[in-house]
């Protein structure tokens, strides 16, 4: 892919990009996307049973071991080209904003830090009942304090994100220069909203993914590919 040379010149010349990461990022790592048909995770399983605090009421077990499963295939992953291809990009711009829709923790595999996690991570296990963060339990998956049931420390459809990293992930759409929006539907809020806030602010938007989404007409590029490879290209092309 060819990386427009109007491009390259912004983002070199950005003090602050923000970017947004969805599961495509992660696809090339081998973790299942969401709402991509025949692969994706929710053509295969319904979220409602799965991902809810009332699925999580009616048969904790169930979830628990959903939940377990893809700890499971996220342990047995490393990021990919993208992951890496972003950590070198913040290590060059002065200031660089980490937003992330995905709970694999990948891209602190790949050196990344200060990530803003707006879905939590599914590395982390609390309690179901105060949601201290538990870090060892015995037989049965259960608070080693208080015997509640212990949970994945992801948010769930019907929870409230962050508070802490919405109100920096809104800080960061509304005064970054660049914000890049990288494999995801742009369906889940607020990924939907904070490319707008961005362009509203007067950032250039760009959006990286293998499709089209409700986003891609907003943007003032897009570039159409597969994660890794474009972001290695992007980071070559601007850095080099
Ligand atoms: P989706 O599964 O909705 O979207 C994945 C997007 O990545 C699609 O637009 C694909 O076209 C694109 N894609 C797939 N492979 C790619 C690749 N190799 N390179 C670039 N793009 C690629 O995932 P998200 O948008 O992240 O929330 O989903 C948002 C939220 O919905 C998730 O965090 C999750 C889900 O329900 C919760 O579980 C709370």
Not at 57 to 78: C, F, G, H, I, T
Not at 130 to 137: A, F, L, P
Not at 186 to 203: F, K
């Amino acid at each position: 892919m060819n990386i427009p040379p109007e491009l390259i010149r912004i983002m070199q010349q950005s003090d602050h990009i923000a970017v947004l990461t969805g599961a495509g990022t992660s696809a090339e790592s081998g973790v299942p996307t969401f709402r991509d048909a025949q692969t994706g995770l929710w053509a295969q399983y319904n979220p409602m049973e799965l991902a809810t605090p009332e699925a999580f009421a009616r048969n904790p077990q169930l979830v628990w071991d959903w939940y377990a499963w893809r700890r499971e295939l996220v342990a047995q992953s490393a990021p990919n080209a993208g992951h890496y291809a972003l950590a070198a990009i913040a290590s060059h711009a002065a200031k660089f904003t980490l937003i992330t829709q995905n709970v694999d923790g990948l891209h602190q595999q790949a050196g990344s830090e200060n990530v803003i996690e707006l879905h939590g991570s599914i590395r982390r296990i609390k309690c179901s009942h105060d949601n201290d963060i538990v870090t060892e339990w015995g037989e049965q998956p259960r608070c080693p304090r208080c015997g509640s049931w212990l949970r994945p420390d992801v948010v769930w459809f019907g929870e409230d994100l962050p508070i802490d990293g919405l109100e920096a992930a809104w800080q960061a759409a509304k005064s970054c220069q660049l914000f890049l929006i990288i494999g995801t539907s742009g369906v889940v809020q607020p990924a939907a909203t904070l490319p707008r806030i961005a362009a509203e602010h007067g950032a250039t938007t760009v959006e990286i993914n293998l499709e089209d989404t409700p986003l891609s007409r907003f943007m003032d590029f897009t570039l159409r590919g597969a994660s890794g490879s474009v972001l290695d290209e992007l980071k070559t092309a601007v850095y080099a």
